[in-house]
Nanobody, 121 residues
Framework: QVQLVESGGGLVQAGGSLRLSCAASGRTFSSYIMGWFRQAPGKEREFVAR????????SYAGSVKGRFTISRDNAKNTVYLQMNSLKAEDTAVYYC??????????????WGQGTQVTVSS
């Protein structure tokens, strides 16, 4: 059974930092891309960042580029999202997901339950 379990969300002041983790289990993800998405109240789920398990190539949404960093630890089967210089508009539920490829939610096969990030201004 595939499981993606996020952790690390919380409440932080604007300008602060958080690191999200996504622990993956239940299958081999070496050929997969791992993505982070977020969804704010009343808005559609949007792409944040992604990383390829094999090779580690990354891609970011323009709104987070330079502030967020995605990384992975192959030995721990865990993907991270380091979020710095957080803004109020980063407030959302953040989801970890796995896919063979793509930046759109419909392209992702597996999803975590989400973790809330709230940035106070």
């Amino acid at each position: 059974q595939v499981q993606l379990v996020e952790s690390g969300g919380g409440l932080v002041q604007a300008g602060g930092s958080l690191r999200l983790s996504c622990a993956a289990s239940g299958r081999t993800f070496s050929s997969y891309i791992m993505g982070w998405f977020r969804q704010a109240p009343g808005k559609e789920r949007e792409f944040v960042a992604r990383i390829r398990w094999s090779g580690g190539s990354t891609s970011y949404a323009g709104s987070v580029k330079g502030r967020f960093t995605i990384s992975r630890d192959n030995a721990k089967n865990t993907v991270y999202l380091q979020m710095n210089s957080l803004k109020a508009e980063d407030t959302a539920v953040y989801y970890c997901a796995a896919a063979k490829g793509g930046n759109y939610p419909y392209e992702y096969d597996y999803w975590g339950q989400g973790t809330q990030v709230t940035v106070s201004s």
